[in-house]
């Protein structure tokens, strides 16, 4: 197998933005945190399905991922498209966290127990909405039903609300075994603000950073958006500036995608304020490059780290992976989705929990898994996840190793693609021969793009279904 080739840096001579090739190349497309993407699944799918994936898995011994889905959030941000409940008492939390407890010992029933939890990952909306105590019967339940790693290389992430958090619930969430946090911070301008329903000083977000780098956390993440209501180039600039002060080791700039006919929230936000194509091309571009310029890695479609994250290690290493939580270093463990709407990527099957709550709490209390839709994967399914997979985490494909790996000829299985591909090297977006193909800076700007060409699930019809590609 080649090894990795070196990164170039996004430097003014490597990497001058042609904004009207990129704007010839957008569109719509998924974001492949799975293959195939979640339209793909079907609701021929159920508890029997995955029961059977679980015990194909146990065979493997193979390390598992954990994910736990916080629905409550005490204000809804408008431009949110997340599996979220609007309230603002946290009682409201404890039949739901009794009925976790219950799928946890539902999921252990096909589970070996002595597998280890390598990653665990908190979402939601809103972990954070769990006062310090149901956080620590979470975590002792989680405790008692799985075999959770105390190893220094585990990685045990939960997401923040800046505003519903303080050094108190760092102190707490490193004492339940943390050592990775992710900040959702979005944009630093009060205008912006204003318009997302998310009035957030920066204070707010330093003085939690702060504390976290004094607690010795592993990692830090914040999370902004790009493409909102009232965002300019020069504004946003302005934010980036503020947030490469605070030094987090990893950044995640995410692509708002205004789907007011799916996320009714989003009709709160007048399209009109929202930046055009050539301005959010603008944004990106700048954000690129001023990232790279302050020591960052672009890792890939929306993440940066600092050079000594493990995240860019293990791309430089060739050992990134992707799974539902994005870019990660443990995606080769199998992930176990617990709560409503959470995703299981189990042995070759996807399988997705009930996403209305009455319905994921009908299925435990009647013991029984929420499954509701999933897919299991052909041969031909795992072979394109596996290039789409390398192709983003790697933005290069080893050819010989896809023919080694799967018994294939590249040329020949691929030969439609390439026909595609061809248009993407006249432009000076990958550079390929039989051997392998390189994605160059302006590609890096269009992976998604790259990807879809050896998706073949993907219609056009499926593609309006999915955020824009820039």
Not at 59 to 83: D, E, K
Request: charged share 25%; net charge negative.
């Amino acid at each position: 197998m080649l090894s990795p080739a070196p990164r170039p840096a996004f430097s003014d001579a490597l990497f001058s933005p042609d904004l009207e090739l990129l704007k010839r190349h957008d569109g719509n497309g998924p974001r492949y945190t799975s293959y195939p993407p979640a339209t793909a699944f079907t609701d021929h799918f159920g508890q029997e399905q995955l029961t059977q994936a679980l015990a194909r898995s146990n065979a493997t011994a193979r390390a598992l991922s954990l994910y736990v889905h916080i629905p409550f959030c005490r204000r809804i941000c408008f431009y949110c498209g997340c599996n979220r409940i609007a309230t603002r008492q946290t009682s409201m939390a404890e039949p739901y966290l009794a009925r976790l407890t219950r799928e946890m010992t539902l999921m252990r029933r096909d589970l070996d127990g002595e597998r280890v939890v390598e990653q665990l990952h908190w979402g939601g909306g809103t972990p954070t909405f769990l006062d310090l105590d149901q956080m620590s019967r979470l975590m002792d339940q989680l405790g008692a039903h799985f075999n959770l790693s105390a190893h220094p290389d585990r990685d045990f992430a939960i997401e923040i609300d800046p505003r519903e958090a303080d050094v108190y619930t760092l102190r707490h969430l490193q004492s339940l075994g943390f050592n990775r946090l992710s900040l959702g911070v979005q944009d630093l301008n009060v205008r912006v603000q204003k318009a997302i329903n998310r009035v957030q000083p920066r204070e707010l977000s330093e003085n939690l950073i702060d504390e976290a780098h004094r607690l010795g956390f592993r990692s830090l993440n914040l999370d902004l958006i790009y493409g909102l209501p009232h965002q300019s180039v020069a504004s946003f600039a302005d934010t980036l500036d503020q947030v490469i002060d605070m030094a987090p080791a990893r950044l995640s700039i995410f692509n708002y995608a205004h789907l007011p006919e799916r996320f009714p929230p989003q009709r709160r936000i007048n399209s009109a304020d929202l930046p055009d194509t050539a301005t959010r091309l603008a944004i990106q571009c700048m954000t690129v490059e001023k990232l790279t310029q302050a020591g960052y890695v672009h890792i890939g479609m929306d993440h940066f780290a600092r050079p000594d994250d493990s995240l860019s290690v293990a791309q430089r290493e060739g050992q990134l992976q992707r799974n539902f939580q994005g870019y990660t270093t443990h995606a080769r463990c199998d992930l176990v989705g617990l709560g409503v709407s959470a995703i299981s990527q189990v042995d070759d099957v996807y399988a997705q929990n009930a996403a209305h709550l009455e319905t994921w709490q009908a299925a435990i209390d009647g013991g029984q898994l929420a499954t509701f839709r999933g897919v299991r994967l052909s041969g031909d399914d795992r072979l394109r996840r596996h290039v789409i997979h390398r192709l983003m985490c790697d933005m290069r494909l080893d050819f010989e190793a896809i023919e080694a790996d799967f018994g294939i000829n590249a040329s020949y299985y691929f030969a439609n693609v390439f026909e595609r591909l061809a248009t993407f090297r006249r432009d000076g977006l990958i550079e390929y021969d039989k051997h392998s193909l390189m994605v160059t800076p302006m590609g890096r700007l269009l992976i998604r793009q790259l990807a879809m060409t050896f998706d073949s699930h993907l219609s056009a019809e499926h593609r309006q279904q999915f955020s824009r590609l820039l």
